[in-house]
């Protein structure tokens, strides 16, 4: 399947967001850093699968994924307000409820790059990247 640019650019997006919020983690949780980063996954994501697919992303009408986007975007404004720390964990709580049935899928495919070789000599890592890719420990997120 070939990407279009819009694709790509909002990948781009994506990934420079990811790397903008680790980094103002590994920065003593900048909240400015980590609030770009926001800002810019949520354009990359929006780019990456268009307009529709982010509105139908995010305004699923299951009980899950409304309390997922919820804490995510709560989490968002959490961190615009200076709570960083306060905001990512909302944020991880709303993603694992939004992304959580895609990680099978991502780990399987991380696993499947040349260097997984350093994820999988890890003793615990290894055994659960392998429980979560071989079953679906996450179909639509954590149960409550």
């Known amino acids: 399947m070939a990407s279009t640019p819009l694709q790509s650019a909002g990948l781009g997006c994506t990934l420079f967001g990811l790397g ?18 926001d800002v810019l996954f949520l354009v990359g994501v929006a780019l990456t699968v268009g307009l529709k697919g982010t509105l139908r992303l995010f305004t699923q009408p299951e009980k899950k994924k409304i309390m997922g986007t919820a804490c995510f975007f709560f989490g968002v404004l959490l961190v615009f307000l200076r709570w ?57 997120g954590p149960s409550i």
Not at 21 to 36: E, K, N, R, T, Y
Not at 84 to 110: A, D, M, N, R, W
């Open 20 to 37: 903008l919020i680790f980094l103002g983690i590994l920065l003593l949780f900048d909240s400015i850093l980590i609030a770009m980063g």
């Open 84 to 140: 960083p720390i306060f905001g990512l964990g909302f944020e991880i709580f709303g993603s694992v409820y939004l992304f959580g049935q895609f990680l099978p899928v991502i780990i399987t495919k991380l696993l499947g790059l040349p260097f997984s070789f350093i994820f999988t000599k890890v003793p615990g890592l290894s055994t659960m990247l392998a429980k979560i890719a071989s079953s679906d420990v996450l179909p639509g």
